[in-house]
Each structure stands twice: as C-alpha cells, then as structure tokens.
C-alpha cells in the first residue's frame, strides 16, 4: 500500500506563509491524481487544492485560489502545497490525498471530494493566529 507522509505545518502568524510537503511511499503515483484536503475543528471536510499530474492545470478551493499553490514532483514522488497569505481561518489539519481509482485516473476528472481520494496521510495541523 501507498504511505504518505506530510510535512511542514507549524504555528504561523496571519500574512505568513508555510510550505507543506507530501512524500509517498511503497509505490508511485507519477499518473496518479493528487490533492490536499483540510479539517477545521467543528468542521467537514474541505478541498484544498489537486493536480492530477505534473503539468496539469491545478484545481483549487474558492477560498485559496490564488494564495496557495500545489505542485508535484514525481522524481521525489512528493507533492507540495505553498500557502502564502495566511488567514486564521486556514488554521486546520492539512491532509495529502492521492486517488487509486482507475476510472478516475484514465478519465480528465479532476477529483475534488475525499471519496474520491485512496491514500492518506496523517496529517499536518497548521495554526495561523497572532
């Protein structure tokens, strides 16, 4: 099975930036989509960002687009998440995800729910606050 791994999350003051890095194990998902979730406390689930391979057009959340930037790199087999502009509500566990699904990997959809999503990693808790 795939493990993964994440990295990089901290305490962080508003305006800061931090950069997440996913590194997976035990196989490689150079084709495989990848994305990166979150979880507020109190709250679901939340798309983050996902590439579904390394010159791919990145998806992203409304609420990140164009403060936060995911890309891959596949000779490392990690995938990473920069996130600049931080706001107290970005504070959440940040979750990498990589989908195993054929359907979803020999199809031009681009995964955005956590069903859609296989392997996980434990995840990484950021905090934004002053």
């Known amino acids: 099975q795939v493990t993964l791994e994440e990295s990089g999350g901290g305490p962080v003051q508003p305006g800061g930036s931090l950069t997440l890095s996913c590194a997976a194990s035990?196989?490689?998902?150079?084709?495989?989509?990848a994305g990166w979730f979150r979880q507020a406390p109190g709250e679901g689930q939340e798309f983050v960002a996902g590439?579904?391979?390394?010159?791919?057009?990145?998806a992203y959340a409304d609420s990140v687009k164009g403060r936060f930037t995911i890309s891959r790199d596949n000779t490392r087999n990690t995938v990473s998440l920069q996130m600049n502009s931080l706001k107290p509500d970005d504070t959440a566990v940040y979750y990498c995800?990589?989908?195993?699904?054929?359907?979803?990997?020999?199809?031009?959809?681009?995964?955005?729910?956590?069903?859609?999503?296989?392997?996980w990693g434990q995840g990484t808790q950021v905090t934004v606050a002053s």
């Open positions: 995800a990589v989908s195993g699904k054929y359907s979803i990997l020999f199809s031009d959809y681009q995964p955005t729910r956590a069903d859609d999503y296989d392997y």
């Open positions: 035990g196989g490689t998902f150079a084709s495989s989509p």
């Open positions: 590439i579904r391979w390394a010159d791919s057009t990145p």
